[in-house]
């Protein structure tokens, strides 16, 4: 088992991710807003500076998805190809990061 983790920064996408995942029978999200370092230190007058670095990636860019999953180990490849798909590319600046963490044990899954 894997906990994957997708911070997603091009929101609009989220929808269009989630319906597919279903369609492929991956259920089991939890979604949480967030918020990057950029954005909350723009926030601070003192660092004004710095969060205005954002403004060269996307000025309307102001908050992300973190969505986190546990997932068997064959999904997180059809996962990937899925959210790249629907973002045009994890590549791209200012679409979002994915990663996978092992997971040891878990409780609470149905199966």
Same mark, same amino acid.
């Given at each position: 088992m894997q906990l994957l983790v997708l911070v997603l920064n091009k929101t609009e996408c989220l929808e269009k991710i989630l319906t597919t995942l279903g369609k492929q029978k991956i259920p089991g999200a939890t979604i949480l807003d967030s918020t990057g370092m950029a954005q909350e230190l723009e926030a601070h007058d003192e660092l004004? %500076?710095?969060? $205005?670095?954002?403004?060269?990636?996307?000025?309307?860019?102001? $908050?992300?998805? =973190? #969505? %986190?999953?546990?997932?068997?180990?064959?999904?997180?490849?059809? *996962? $990937?190809? *899925?959210?790249?798909? #629907?973002?045009?590319?994890?590549?791209?600046?200012? =679409?979002? #990061?994915? %990663? =996978?963490?092992? #997971?040891?044990?878990?409780?609470?899954?149905?199966k």
């Open positions: 004004r %500076f710095l969060g $205005s670095l954002r403004l060269l990636v996307n000025p309307a860019h102001k $908050s992300n998805k =973190t #969505i %986190f999953m546990v997932v068997d180990e064959v999904n997180v490849p059809v *996962i $990937s190809r *899925i959210v790249n798909g #629907i973002t045009g590319g994890l590549d791209k600046p200012d =679409t979002g #990061i994915l %990663f =996978t963490v092992p #997971i040891d044990y878990v409780e609470g899954l149905g």
